[in-house]
């Protein structure tokens, strides 16, 4: 059922068959696909079977509470982080902060109002589908997710930033003298005007805009101004109706708010919400941070800190490519430290990798920022130059040799500098395709084909200088320059 829905799947969880039937009836008019189950007991097998996007319940079931459901969920890794409303007879705050308190994402009275009701499911799924993504992404590059017992662990939001943002600063500093002593944070307080001062940096890791009569038109722009840009589109966004009005509450969801006060402003509340959602994000951003640490670590060297041979060859590929379209040249350079051998074998390793390490920042140091150098072996190296052609490749080329011969390495823990020298192989990278050519597949396949024989040239043209002596460069074909 789940490959042929429109919107996403739906548990939903009754003990009375009627609200079953009308939620589903609502539901499935907004093209979801809608699953059932009666009690508690159940929740589990149904959901396993149905692999829901969201679980909408009634707050109370025969065999037990939307809490309860909630927890039965968090039992199995693949449906901890499904989102859960809960459904309630009674709209008492006390019994509204329990259930946010155990981690359920809303609560709504019934009667149901349609639109609050389909806006929250709009968002939620949203989130759910973002989040499943960001795990996706990052068990692709780790292969591995976070333990469950892990999720919340150690998530301390103490000290976080939050921007009261009102329709005049007066409003804004009530909500902050009753906010103070219920969460642990950075108050900011602002007026609706005050954008240039709220994406100064830091910016607030959460804005709390208040909607009202005169502010909610401003208001929702802020808000979506806020979720578009690159400086606060990570940073959570509350929406606070003031008073409560559901129209204002869904349009703010439908902006693309983080969460909304349905009821109006209330301290409790707020506060309870503003440290779940930062739970969530500070959660979500390690998630990003481990992701780029690990695409990070798949293409670079960690000894020298350059990139490694995985992203050395596709840089070169592109680089080509482009040179073909634009009917420009390049250079491609291979090198290799002479004796590297005869340095480990005398001084030890520790030394070598010292020495490594010094001639990667030298070579680095040589280069344009558009230029690439690699560690591609023990002691190889690869260089790109985009734009190059002889006379610049030459000159390059003669000038990282220069920066490895021309002062010895001095290592720690050894008296005497190590003199080193290196070897360069280069070649000029120019129409692989063959311009006059068509395009196309058979068009990839030659500049495929042209790039692996431009590496054999250089590999050859590295032999060559190897071969004459070493400390030195040549280009092309037997073409030696003196370092």
Request: charged share 25%; aromatic share 4%.
């Amino acid at each position: 059922m789940k490959g042929n829905r429109v919107q996403g799947t739906i548990l939903v969880i009754d003990g009375v068959s009627t609200n079953r039937i009308m939620l589903k009836v609502q539901l499935t008019a907004a093209y979801y696909a809608v699953e059932q189950a009666d009690c508690l007991a159940d929740v589990l097998e149904a959901a396993r079977h149905c692999r829901p996007d969201l679980v909408l319940t009634a707050m109370t079931l025969p065999d037990g509470t939307a809490a309860d459901v909630k927890e039965a969920l968090r039992q199995d890794e693949l449906l901890a982080d499904v989102p859960v409303i809960a459904i309630s007879q009674s709209n008492a705050p006390e019994r509204r902060l329990n259930a946010l308190s155990a981690g359920i994402d809303d609560v709504l009275p019934q009667p149901v109002d349609d639109v609050i009701l389909q806006a929250r499911i709009r968002s939620l799924l949203r989130v759910h589908s973002a989040n499943e993504e960001l795990h996706l992404q990052r068990d692709a590059s780790h292969g591995f997710v976070l333990p469950l017992s892990d999720r919340h662990a150690g998530i301390d939001c103490a000290g976080a930033s939050v921007a009261l943002v009102a329709q005049d600063t007066q409003t804004a500093r009530d909500w902050a003298k009753r906010l103070k002593g219920h969460a642990p944070h950075e108050l900011r307080c602002h007026q609706m005007d005050d954008i240039q001062l709220m994406m100064t940096a830091p910016v607030a890791d959460v804005f709390v805009i208040e909607l009202n009569e005169l502010s909610a038109g401003p208001g929702l722009r802020l808000l979506a101004d806020l979720r578009a840009r690159a400086a606060t589109r990570k940073s959570v966004v509350i929406a606070v109706p003031n008073p409560a009005d559901p129209q204002i509450a869904a349009e703010a969801l439908d902006r693309g708010a983080h969460d909304v006060l349905q009821s109006g402003f209330d301290v409790d509340e707020l506060a309870l919400r503003l440290t779940t959602q930062l739970q969530y994000k500070t959660r979500n951003d390690r998630l990003r941070d481990s992701l780029r640490n690990g695409l990070r670590a798949a293409v670079q060297d960690p000894m020298t800190g350059l990139y490694n041979r995985r992203y050395a060859k596709p840089f070169l590929d592109r680089t080509a490519e482009r040179a073909t379209e634009s009917d420009d040249t390049f250079a491609l350079m291979l090198a290799d430290l002479d004796h590297f051998k005869r340095i480990n074998d005398q001084y030890g390793h520790p030394a070598g990798d010292a020495v490594l390490i010094e001639a990667a920042r030298r070579l680095q140091a040589e280069l344009r920022p558009v230029d690439l150098v690699a560690r591609v072996g023990g002691e190889e190296f690869m260089m790109v130059l985009p734009g190059a052609d002889e006379v610049s490749a030459g000159m390059a080329a003669v000038a990282l040799c220069n920066a490895i011969n021309s002062k010895p390495f001095k290592v720690p823990g050894i008296s005497q500098p190590i003199e080193v020298t290196i070897s360069i192989g280069a070649v000029i990278g120019r129409d692989l395709q063959h311009k006059g050519s068509d395009t196309g597949r058979g068009g990839s396949e030659r500049l495929a084909k042209g790039v692996t024989d431009l590496i054999s040239q250089a590999d050859r043209a590295l032999y060559n200088a190897k071969n004459a002596g070493r400390n030195q460069v040549t280009l092309g074909k037997n073409c030696t320059v003196a370092a």
